[in-house]
């Protein structure tokens, strides 16, 4: 504390006969309260008061009595002018000379000097009396201005340099950085900064950074990787059910086991919120049914454990791949004794399993199990804390906390297991909650929260535990929820959120927000929320909580349902109780990227031609938003197959195909969609070509080129076509003069100035390895070299690189697949061969994409659908495999897109009689080069 003297003064008496001759005032200054060490308060917690302490005396001896004190406060030692608002405190306490006072000027203390002035009189009797010399206000009182800086300070009050440790993370915008900073800290002639040991990771080789006296080390491969987006439809949700688990991955809810009281289930359905869709589990594999289980989250798989199948404990479990969508079983070997309502936690490589109870009563033992070397250890017994049920186990980062629940008796106290000392210490029952169980637990990052349960009533209270120092702190009951047991309660990151259970004389479905930093309670809104519940489950998912399930009254009728909380909007959203709309899976359909929006239209179901069921729908897939969107089927062309369709830029054009219109035929007419308006405008068919199939379809940036083809049935090659043309909505005819050979599963692909037509069928015998270069500006078909081409072959693929035509894959005219394709470079009208050393297995019906690099192959057909790819780099003629792991399943017939950063793939089928309507996504494997400063 900083201590002022002030000199003598004289105070008039309370009886006019009497004086209170030459007293003498010791002042002091402290702050506004005293903070344990470590304790920090938010700005927002402080005021412009402070605390005064003085000591006045009377003729050398300590005053007592009421007195009258005035406090000025000045911007001089003497004169100047007054700061802030005056304060008069009448009637303040003197006992032995001591006085305590609260001062509060405002906003007075901005950095510049102050002085205090006060004076004094005896319980209202006369003048006050002007204490001298005014006292200057030091260093204290402008912890209220440190305190209360927000905003923008004054560059003129910051002086010297501020040391990293006091500059918050964050706290310093890019806009705030001086010109160039950042780049002149990487820049690779500014590389003094950039400790011995700093690594830098460039996109190219980078000769700068080696003359900056960095060493090349290696390269590493980035990216490769697959993604599932859009399930593409759905399943139905769950069947009714309590005493289930529920994880969250990081996208999805996973629900499973649990009893409806007729059984015991062995399935379970996966929720994902960004689709607001159920997506099916296998059972394949997967454990017996069960309840009152255990599961936990690995950050790849969930592992479910133990439970009761209604009459007997359970020994075992399994473990869920969501990727892959595929359980493998957990070894018994080492594994802990049959058990239900235990406890388990994950640790980061570990499960921790403790508690619960068998046949013979409850258990005190348990074991750790590792997934990556599918073992089992037993945990130390010795110090754990008696067996029991209902109690509750959290994972601290460290340890694992065990505490309450039913042992002989219920209980309040636990146990601290640290798996790294395989060691048991004791959880201090000093000013612990009441023994209860059913209780919920959450652990904060620093704290363990108890809240509710039972102790044969209901609780809602709870407390604070902190491992740091062995201690409880209570939970605040003012706003706390209503009595309640088995809740959920759910972290949130700066709150725990109570929900739902088993009141005193019903189910809830209220709840409330307990933030410990304020130990204070806010109540959840009931507006929307699921109806009442307990046995249910919830989790967090990093914006909102998920509850789900659960029984509508003790003994009552497991439920179905869910709700989604959202703190940041307070309020609540339904989860879908009923699969939603699916969208018709199928093959053959188109796709056109749109700059933003991946758009799919038209396919079948049904691959046998006397009952095919061909579609007049599509959607739209936005990778960014991750939201798909149905389009219209108001004025939308005849569903159909084998179809083109082309962008524009602004509208997506569908031509030809075969329908079942009128018949199974070929058309010749199509449709332009317009996804502003979601609308559908008919395309003209005055001069149109005539009706087929197996066509090519390119845009020239102004004009459609539509270019051989066949009727329905494969026969009846066709090489002619037509140009349209959308502003007038007119055909014009391709010209026939040199035109290549009549064909059909061909391809072909824009240059930019010409369209390129190569391989294909005349008929399924007779196959080509030729093709032609349509010049629309010239109206001219020109015949290009054989020379060094490809074999013949149909149903490749060609991509255009800006320079060159790639073909690769298709099939022969003897039903084999080509593991070799070709490049074209129009300009030097030569052929090269594309071959070389990890190039894939031959195929048809796949896809291929130009990613602006590289030649993106995958899937296609070769005894069935496929799921491998690769990636062909012409300018170093490499292939590089494209990763199966969490791949989409193997496929055929389907469509791809490359968005400018990623593949999307969606649709096809496996060859037989599973079709697809999910949508992935594949990002590019790049080489990056590390360097390293010495």
């Known amino acids: 504390m900083i201590a002022s003297f002030l000199k003598t003064a004289v105070i008039p008496s309370t009886r006019p006969s009497q004086r209170i001759m030459n007293p003498k005032l010791l002042g002091r200054l402290a702050c506004l309260c005293l903070l344990p060490a470590g304790l920090n308060l938010p700005a927002f917690a402080q005021s412009t008061a402070f605390t005064y302490q003085g000591v006045l005396q009377s003729g050398g001896a300590p005053a007592n009595g009421s007195t009258d004190f005035t406090f000025t406060l000045y911007n001089a030692a003497s004169g100047g002018a007054t700061v802030g608002v005056s304060n008069e405190v009448n009637h303040l306490a003197v006992s032995n000379g001591l006085f305590t006072v609260t001062l509060d000027f405002g906003a007075a203390f901005d950095g510049n000097a102050r002085w205090l002035e006060i ?22 009182p402008y912890a209220i201005v440190a305190a209360r800086v927000s905003g ?11 040391s990293p440790a006091n500059i918050g993370g964050g706290s310093i915008a890019a806009t705030s950085l001086a010109p160039g900073a950042a780049a002149a800290n990487l820049n690779a002639s500014g590389q003094a900064g950039v400790t011995s040991g700093g690594i830098v990771l460039s996109a190219t080789e980078n000769p700068a950074l080696v003359s900056a006296g960095y060493v090349k080390l290696d390269t590493m491969q980035a990216g490769n990787f697959w993604q599932p987006r859009n399930p593409g439809g759905g399943a139905s949700p769950p069947a009714a059910r309590h005493a289930h688990t529920a994880i969250w991955t990081g996208t999805d809810l996973i629900i499973w086991g649990g ?84 406890t388990a936690v994950w640790t980061g490589k570990e499960m921790l399993v403790w508690g619960g109870q068998d046949v013979s009563g409850v258990l005190n033992d348990g074991a750790r199990y590792n997934p990556e070397e ?15 049920v209902g109690h509750t186990a959290i994972w601290t980062g460290t340890e694992m906390l065990i505490w309450g629940g039913v042992a002989a008796g219920l209980v309040n106290d636990g146990g601290r297991y640290d798996p790294d000392a395989d060691r048991w210490s004791s959880v201090s029952t000093g000013g612990a909650p009441t023994a209860r169980y059913e209780h919920t637990a959450v652990w904060t990052g620093t704290e363990m929260v108890i809240w509710g349960g039972s102790d044969g009533g209901f609780l809602n209270d709870g407390a604070r535990y902190l491992p740091a120092e062995d201690k409880w702190f209570s939970v605040n009951s003012a706003g706390a929820p209503a009595l309640r047991t088995r809740h959920t309660a ?46 249910h489950t919830a989790v967090w998912t ?70 095919p069921e061909f579609f007049a729908d599509g959607w739209r897939y936005n990778p960014v938003a991750n939201t798909l969107t149905l389009l219209s089927t108001n004025g939308a062309p005849s569903g159909r197959v084998s179809h083109t369709a082309i962008w524009t830029g602004s509208e997506m054009i569908v031509w030809g195909g075969n329908t079942t219109e009128g018949g199974f035929r070929a058309a010749n007419d199509g449709g332009r969609y317009l996804p502003a308006a979601n609308l559908w405008l008919p395309l003209n068919t005055n001069s149109a070509p005539s009706a087929r199939a197996f066509h090519t379809a390119v845009w020239t940036g102004q004009e459609m080129i539509v270019w051989g083809g066949a009727v329905a049935s494969k026969s009846g090659a066709q090489n002619s076509g037509g140009r349209y043309h959308p502003p007038s909505d007119t055909w014009t005819p391709v010209p026939l003069n040199n035109a290549p050979t009549a064909r059909f599963d061909h391809s072909a692909v824009w240059t930019g100035t010409e369209m390129i037509v190569w391989g294909g069928a005349t008929n399924l015998a007779y196959l080509l390895g030729d093709g032609g270069r349509d010049n629309p500006a010239s109206d001219v078909w020109t015949a290009f070299s054989t020379n060094a081409a490809p074999r013949e072959r149909r149903r490749h693929t060609a991509v255009w690189t800006g320079s060159e035509m790639i073909v690769w894959g298709g099939v022969d005219a003897a039903g084999y697949y080509p593991t070799d394709g070709g490049r074209y470079n129009p300009a030097l009208n030569g052929w090269q061969a594309v071959t070389g050393a990890g190039a894939l297995v031959g195929r048809e019906s796949h896809t291929a994409i130009w990613t602006g690099r590289e030649m993106m192959i995958w899937g296609g057909a070769n005894s069935g659908g496929m799921g491998s790819g690769a990636g062909y780099d012409p300018a170093t003629g490499h292939w590089m495999a494209v ?52």
């Open 152 to 162: 923008t300070v004054d560059a003129s009050k910051l002086t010297g340099l501020i």
């Open 542 to 611: 990093g914006t909102e909580m998920i509850a789900w399930g659960g029984q509508d009254a003790f003994g009552g009728n497991s439920l179905k349902d869910g709700g989604r909380f959202h703190p940041a909007a307070d309020a609540w959203s339904a989860v879908p109780t009923n699969a939603p709309a699916v969208l018709a899976v199928r093959k053959d359909a188109t796709v056109v990227w749109t700059g933003s929006e991946m758009i799919v239209w038209g396919g079948q179901r049904l691959g046998h031609r006397s009952n």
């Open 259 to 342: 009893t409806s009281g007729g059984g015991y289930f062995n399935d379970g359905v996966r929720y994902n919120p960004a689709f607001n869709l159920w997506i099916p589990i296998s059972t394949i594999e997967a454990p017996s049914g069960r309840g009152l289980h255990t599961a936990v989250w690995t950050g790849t798989e969930m592992i479910v454990w133990g439970g009761t199948d209604g009459g007997r404990a359970l020994p075992d479990g399994g473990r869920y791949d969501p990727v892959a969508n595929t359980w493998k079983p957990i070894l018994p070997e080492g594994a802990p004794t049959a058990r239900s309502q235990h």
């Open 490 to 535: 759910a972290w949130t990151g700066t709150e725990m959120i109570v929900w739902g259970g088993l009141g005193a004389s019903s189910t809830l479905n209220d709840g409330a927000r307990y933030r410990p930093s304020a130990d204070s309670w806010s109540a959840t809104p009931t507006n929307g929320a699921p109806p009442a519940r307990w046995l």
């Open 883 to 934: 990763t199966t792991v969490g791949a989409p399943t193997p496929r055929q017939d389907h469509v791809a897109v490359w968005t400018g950063k990623e593949v999307l793939i969606s649709t096809g089928s496996d060859g037989l009689e599973a079709f697809y309507n999910d949508t992935w996504s594949w990002t590019p494997g790049k080489v990056m080069f590390l360097y390293q400063k010495p």
């Open 374 to 388: 599918a073992s089992w250890s037993k945990l130390a017994t010795r110090d754990a804390p008696a067996g029991r």
């Open 119 to 140: 004076g004094v009189r005896t319980n209202g009797a006369g003048a006050f009396s002007t204490l001298s010399p005014r006292q200057a206000i030091t260093a204290s």
